[in-house]
């Protein structure tokens, strides 16, 4: 809908200049710079909500920033979990071997030293019945004892510091897989935050991609709106000086009789067969959410479907051009009515001509064809006047 206002005050404009009713011009003119107003008044309240958005947008960098560092922080963090996980499993590793070497160890010396008392045992048996004068066999005997029984010391003190670097180890190897499971759970837990943060991050930057787009419009419709509002201006001046100069070249009085143009009510032509695309009055915008005001309807030509013309019998006002709208005519018929045809790629007619019903008054441009109807400071619904063969 951008341009509408842009059209509503040109309407306003010349129904002041071609002075409708004589004694009133200075009024019409004051209610086409009332339409200025508000068209100011939008340009401030879409300034307002460019503003806000930025805002937004600034606090939705700050959001991304945010979980950027957080994923950043976490996944250092992770990296060094991985290295003190990767030295824990390493020691829990050369713990197990060391371990494992003490146990073997320690079932070495009790074997030998089972085999050594199973050999005294065997060695006692059989000189169990030599005789006390038999000296060399009781000397022979008591030096196996004294033997045995050194053997049996060193055994018996290695396989207790055997138990005990068992105990020690076994300790040293349940601390190692606690801090094992313990920073593994860690990692998880951190990986777990880093996806959650990394989903929060993508989830702000799609948001903060639609507040770019919805600022993109609103900063295209500021430019508009600020475009409509300079033309507003410099037409209004024009008119003003055009009305003075035509009052004291002819008088108060219309300029044009046509017939009653109510009689067309509900049998008007429509401009360019096709399919009404936008309607007429109060609509909100999906995406800005900015409240506007539609004047009049707006028409998909039909295939085929080229010029633009005339709805019925009037006198050509105004031929010009405004941003959104190309090219676009006004017409003025009797009782204070005006039609506007805007959208033309090209206009055909020229200012004051005469044109009837049917009659081309230029060609379609790259887009829809945008149709209002007015009668003084009173918008018309085009819907309720058109003939609907052309639908």
């Not at 300034?47 to 958005?53: E, F, G, I, N, T």
């Not at 146990?103 to 089972?114: P, Q």
């Not at 313990?182 to 799609?206: G, H, S, V, Y």
């Not at 909100?284 to 959410?289: M, Q, R, S």
């Amino acid at each position: 809908m951008r341009g509408f206002v842009g059209i509503v005050a040109l309407m306003a404009a010349f129904m002041a200049a071609t002075g409708m009713v004589a004694d009133d011009n200075g009024r019409k003119l004051m209610e086409n710079k009332q339409e200025l107003d508000r068209v100011k008044k939008q340009l401030a309240e879409t300034k307002q909500k460019v503003d806000s958005l930025n805002r937004l947008e600034t606090e939705i960098k700050s959001s991304i920033n945010k979980y950027g560092e957080r994923v950043d922080l976490n996944r250092k963090l992770v990296s060094r979990m991985e290295q003190h996980l990767k030295s824990v499993r390493g020691g829990l590793a050369d713990a197990g071997k060391m371990l494992e070497e003490t146990e073997k160890r320690l079932e070495g010396t009790r074997s030998s030293y089972n085999a050594l008392l199973v050999d005294f045992y065997c060695r006692r048996r059989s000189s169990a019945d030599f005789e006390l004068w038999d000296f060399d066999r009781v000397f022979t005997h008591g030096r196996l004892v004294h033997y045995l029984a050194s053997v049996s010391g060193r055994s018996t003190r290695e396989m207790a510091q055997a138990g005990d670097s068992i105990k020690l180890l076994s300790q040293y190897v349940d601390s190692l897989e606690q801090a094992d499971s313990d920073l593994d759970r860690q990692r998880r837990e951190k990986k777990a935050k880093i996806n959650l943060d990394m989903t929060l991050k993508q989830k702000e930057e799609k948001t903060l991609g639609s507040v770019k787009r919805q600022t993109d419009i609103l900063q295209d419709r500021l430019v508009s709106l600020s475009a409509t509002a300079r033309q507003m201006e410099s037409i209004i001046a024009e008119l003003e000086q055009a009305q003075e100069k035509r009052i004291e070249q002819e008088g108060p009085g219309p300029r044009f009789q046509s017939g009653s143009f109510a009689m067309f009510k509900g049998s008007l032509r429509p401009p360019i067969k096709g399919k009404i695309t936008s309607t007429f009055g109060w609509k909100k915008d999906k995406i800005t959410n900015l409240t506007s005001f539609s004047p009049g309807i707006d028409i998909q030509p039909a295939k085929g479907q080229t010029g633009v013309t005339a709805s019925a019998p009037g006198r050509v006002v105004y031929v010009g051009s405004l941003r959104g709208y190309e090219h676009f005519v006004i017409l003025e018929h009797d009782d204070g009515y005006y039609t506007t045809y805007a959208g033309l790629s090209q206009a055909s007619v020229e200012l004051d001509e005469l044109v009837d019903t049917g009659d081309v008054l230029g060609a379609c441009g790259s887009g829809v064809v945008h149709f209002e109807i007015r009668q003084g400071r009173e918008h018309l619904d085009p819907v309720i006047w058109l003939d609907g063969y052309g639908f």
